[in-house]
């Protein structure tokens, strides 16, 4: 046990600031808290990783007040990834059925985008925005976290999209 | 079985050729179906690992299964030119039970008939397309289904008093891939667990078909984004072999080096994410703490955190000078002390131990008949390492000593993991304390005829194999990568049943397969 806390001590706290967009006054944002459900809709597993990375302790997102939740009927923001295959274009659009409003959608990755790498193979959508409507985008190819971060600290704030 | 022994069993002609880049690797065509299933057969019977089976389409319609020996790899080739239509192909399925899942999606994708395989159910085709997507030429429009029924796979049903079923997925609870699971349990066993994936499908091997070799480099680096370096260099070795290129030894130093980073990278990850599982936290913040800084360290060196893109057929697209190599080395001693730490930590963790320890137990004699090779393989006593039994150039000047547990448990793939770190680490070490001028990339040579090649790479869940048929001017004709995934999914339904349900997670990532990598 004290090879744990000793290694605990010597690490010491690696966090990185962030600067969390400060919420308008009559904006509809967040607040403080964003509950976010990760959609992989067919990636090559590039983009997790990096969303995964957000968990470590350099970005620990939770510090700013977002994190990861197992439930789409937690959720307020969705991230989606993947070029969108044609077998999870059903599970995609019941996932967001099952989000409550207000909520957003963060397409992440140059899949998630237009298709990327995979675009126009029948198998794909070439993409979220066909198939569900996309608030914000993070190209890239995986984009790294900082980049995700920092979409993900704007969608605190991110004013509703108009409906379709 | 020496080598000249083992060439006079096949027709003439055929000899295993070394080469400096990895191990001996031979297409054989086959002229019959009969010829096809009998080599098939005496591979299988004299230790041959089946390794896979994939088709190519139109222009060239062909079935490709994949042994690996300890001489070397084998694809036997059949061509399918009959005259009726569908076209068939002799089932492998029945003394190679693995053969099943990829006979499966070749009749899925192709339409090709797979003659005697019992299991009559669809693999990777959800039912979307109404003609086999693969089948007509590149850029031909797909029909789809106007109202495709995803629930209608008929699982296997376990019936009595108490048994209840869990469906989960295809979408997850946490950052991972999409794929369903179906369990059978009573009370808090697991009876009965079956996968049906497929949802990852992206129609790789359609989209390798017309694209130049560059732009099918980007694509095989994509197949499984974990993979990345070990995807990338199986198919450049897969061009290679086919152009008749063979790279310098700084590029094979420099492309080793990456593998190996990779292989780190992956296991730091796993490593903690096992631990998170079993409730220790601590293991996850050190083990992701450690995997950035090796990240970070790829994006200043290499130019990208996981690698994509770095190796391209003809060379790779990084190097590294003398300050680069000092600033390696002190990142490797400093990684060696702190897995070194966590790895103490780890083994006398009492709880951590409990929840490890005969969960999820591989039974060798199970592995061996499965065919499950890297970490999960060496985890229950399959010695199979391509670095450690092939030895290609670098490995033979530096040669890894392979990683082997009998246990078949978690423990036993968490055990396999730390000694992979620090053996790679020490590769990395006389790499980088040896390393050749190397040039970046050399400009691949023109083929004036159609050409086919082999690459296969230790990859980090096992073997990744690449197959590649180029037309004149170096347009891809067909290719496929293998990721050793399809070959591990099986094994994860032979382990879980016996287990209680909440130790599945911890189990899954104890082999954490790619199924990006096995869907295509």
């Known amino acids: 046990m004290w090879k744990l806390l000793v290694k605990i001590f010597r690490t010491g706290r690696l966090t990185e600031k962030s600067s969390r967009p400060v919420t308008q006054p009559h904006t509809p944002g967040f607040g403080r808290s964003l509950a976010i459900r990760h959609v992989d809709a067919g990636s090559c597993n590039g983009c997790e990783l990096e969303l995964l990375a957000l968990e470590n302790p350099y970005y620990a997102l939770s510090s700013d007040g977002a994190k990861f939740v197992a439930s789409p009927r937690h959720a307020d923001l969705l991230i989606v990834t993947g070029p969108v295959t044609k077998a999870m274009k059903d599970p995609l659009t019941k996932t967001l059925e099952a989000t409550p409003e207000p909520r957003r959608v963060l397409a992440v990755g140059d899949c998630a985008c237009d298709g990327g790498v995979f675009r126009d193979s029948y198998a794909v959508c070439n993409g979220v925005s066909p198939v569900i409507p996309v608030d914000h985008q993070v190209p890239g190819c995986p984009p790294p976290p900082d980049e995700i971060r920092r979409a993900i600290l704007r969608a605190f704030a991110l004013p509703r999209q108009a409906q379709k | 079985m020496d080598n000249d022994d083992f060439s006079k069993r096949f027709s003439p002609g055929f000899c295993l050729i070394p080469r400096e880049d990895g191990i001996p690797r031979a297409i054989i065509p086959q002229n019959s179906p009969g010829s096809y299933i009998e080599e098939a057969r005496t591979l299988a019977a004299s230790g041959g690992r089946f390794l896979g089976l994939w088709a190519a389409g139109d222009p060239e319609p062909r079935i490709c299964t994949a042994f690996l020996l300890r001489e070397g790899l084998i694809v036997l080739v059949l061509p399918l030119n009959l005259p009726e239509d569908p076209q068939t192909f002799p089932s492998l399925s029945s003394f190679l039970p693995a053969a099943d899942r990829f006979e499966r999606t070749v009749r899925d994708l192709f339409g090709f008939v797979p003659e005697g395989l019992e299991d009559s159910r669809p693999w990777i085709s959800q039912g979307l397309w109404t003609v086999p997507p693969l089948a007509s030429p590149p850029g031909t429009c797909i029909p789809e289904t106007p109202t495709p029924d995803l629930q209608e796979y008929p699982f296997v049903r376990v019936l009595g008093p108490g048994v209840h079923e869990i469906p989960v997925g295809p979408v997850h609870a946490g950052i991972i891939e999409p794929g369903h699971f179906r369990f059978q349990v009573v009370g808090e066993k697991v009876l009965r667990l079956e996968e049906r994936l497929g949802y990852t499908h992206k129609g790789v091997d359609g989209l390798f078909r017309g694209r130049e070799i560059a732009a099918g480099a980007r694509l095989a680096a994509r197949v499984s984004g974990d993979s990345t370096v070990a995807c990338s260099l199986a198919f450049a070795q897969a061009v290679e072999q086919a152009l008749d290129f063979s790279p310098a030894a700084g590029v094979r130093f420099m492309r080793a080096l990456l593998l190996e980073r990779e292989r780190v990278a992956n296991h730091l990850g796993d490593l903690g994410a096992l631990g998170n599982d079993a409730g220790l936290g601590f293991g996850l913040s050190q083990f992701t703490r450690l995997k950035e800084d090796l990240l970070r360290r790829n994006r200043i060196h290499f130019g990208a955190r996981y690698l994509f893109d770095v190796i391209v057929p003809g060379g790779v697209r990084a190097n590294l000078d003398d300050k680069a190599i000092l600033d390696l080395l002190e990142e490797n001693r400093l990684l060696a002390a702190e897995v070194g730490d966590l790895q103490k930590i780890y083994d006398d963790h009492g709880g951590l131990q409990d929840r490890f320890q005969n969960t999820g137990v591989l039974l060798p004699e199970v592995a061996r008949r499965l065919g499950a090779g890297g970490v999960v393989g060496r985890g229950s006593a399959q010695a199979w390492d391509l670095r450690a039994d092939h030895g290609g150039d670098p490995y033979r000047r530096f040669p890894p000593a392979l990683a082997l547990a009998h246990e078949g448990d978690v423990a036993a793939r968490v055990r ?69 995934s399809a070959l591990l999914w099986p094994a994860l339904e032979v382990v879980v049943p016996g287990n209680l349900v909440a130790d599945f997670p911890l189990i899954n990532k104890s082999f954490n397969l790619s199924y990006s990598g096995h869907d295509l």
């Open chain 2, 416 to 484: 396999i993991r730390f000694l992979e770190i620090q053996e790679s680490l020490a590769l990395c070490r006389a790499l980088l304390e040896h390393l050749p001028e190397h040039s970046i990339a050399e400009p691949l040579p023109d083929n004036p005829e159609t050409a086919e090649g082999l690459g296969i790479v230790e990859g980090v869940r096992g073997e990744v194999l690449a197959w590649v048929r180029l037309a004149p001017g170096g347009v891809i004709r067909a290719a496929h990568i293998q990721d050793p």
